[in-house]
């Protein structure tokens, strides 16, 4: 098998905070020898969560075993364990200006039980994230996964997410799935039967909502920049902890252009 090296849009930063971590545990547990030490083992799981590399390139790449490269799950495992809870974040999100709420479909390959993973919408098999963004479209915080038959409503009502951004009082928008929240979430107006048709000041409304939500779907798509969730090729149950450990590693990177962009300034 041919192999090359390749590049990841990632910082050395990151790569010396996974590795710190990993380095940790293995003191907390008084480890014995690894054949990949803290910072090879940190760089096999940021290959996999952001280039999305499958075991066996991995394993040709790094000059190891398939089964050494399952190491990186226990990267991914610790990372996911720094994540914090909506009631954490919620200290963060409640001096927004205003909160911006959507959902995305993350695709799985085929699992046993088909059924509570096939999303009628996108007509695909996948899990249910949720994301809160801010006012310029950053990620601020992600759900854990439900599978993909769920609704956005009924996944942000699972989650806790509607009582937690009306407890903390944040104006959130969203989009018309999300119609019958309540409480501090926003949603465009929805036409009726009697009424087919919507007022000028409705339509208004829509294009200043629309514009609003757009920030929300950069947030997405930011967050699916880490190539991993493009698809993802293990059992739904793993979806939660993969997309917990993006949402610690992309703080990390956020934090390291906001303190470059205050010395610059």
């Known amino acids: 098998m041919l192999s090359y090296p390749a590049t990841i849009p990632l910082s050395n930063r990151t790569l010396n905070h996974l590795a710190e971590r990993i380095r940790s545990h293995r003191q907390q547990r008084n480890s014995r020898w690894r054949r990949l030490p803290p910072g090879r083992q940190a760089l096999l799981a940021?290959?996999?969560?952001?280039?999305?590399?499958?075991?066996?390139?991995?394993?040709?790449?790094?000059?190891?075993?398939?089964?050494?490269?399952?190491?990186?799950q226990e990267a991914i495992a610790l990372l996911s364990a720094a994540a914090d809870d909506l009631h954490t974040t919620m200290q963060r999100i409640r001096y927004l200006a205003y909160a911006i709420l959507d959902g995305t479909l993350i695709p799985i390959d085929r699992v046993a039980d088909q059924r509570p993973c096939y999303s009628g919408k996108q007509e695909r098999h996948g899990v249910n994230v949720q994301v809160v963004a801010d006012a310029v479209g950053r990620v601020v915080w992600a759900s854990a996964a439900l599978p993909g038959s769920t609704r956005g409503l009924t996944a942000a009502r699972t989650r806790g997410i509607i009582d937690a951004l009306t407890s903390a009082d944040v104006m959130t928008f969203a989009d018309k799935g999300y119609q019958g929240a309540r409480?501090?979430?926003?949603?465009?107006?929805?036409?009726?039967?009697?009424?087919?048709?919507?007022?000028?000041?409705?339509?208004?409304?829509?294009?200043?909502?629309?514009?609003?939500?757009a920030c929300g779907e950069?947030?997405?798509?930011?967050?699916?920049?880490?190539?991993?969730?493009?698809?993802?090729?293990?059992?739904?149950?793993?979806?939660?902890?993969i997309v917990q450990a993006i949402l610690v590693l992309h703080h990390v990177e956020a934090d390291r252009r906001r303190k470059r962009l205050i010395k610059t300034t």
Not at 50 to 70: E, K, S, V
Not at 195 to 213: E, N, T
């Open 46 to 72: 940021l290959t996999h969560v952001r280039n999305g590399d499958t075991y066996t390139r991995l394993a040709a790449g790094f000059q190891i075993g398939i089964a050494t490269a399952w190491a990186l």
């Open 218 to 241: 950069r947030a997405i798509v930011t967050l699916k920049t880490w190539k991993i969730l493009t698809k993802l090729r293990c059992c739904p149950r793993r979806a939660t902890a």
């Open 183 to 213: 409480g501090s979430v926003r949603t465009p107006f929805k036409r009726r039967r009697c009424r087919p048709r919507l007022s000028r000041r409705q339509k208004a409304i829509h294009q200043i909502h629309a514009k609003i939500r």
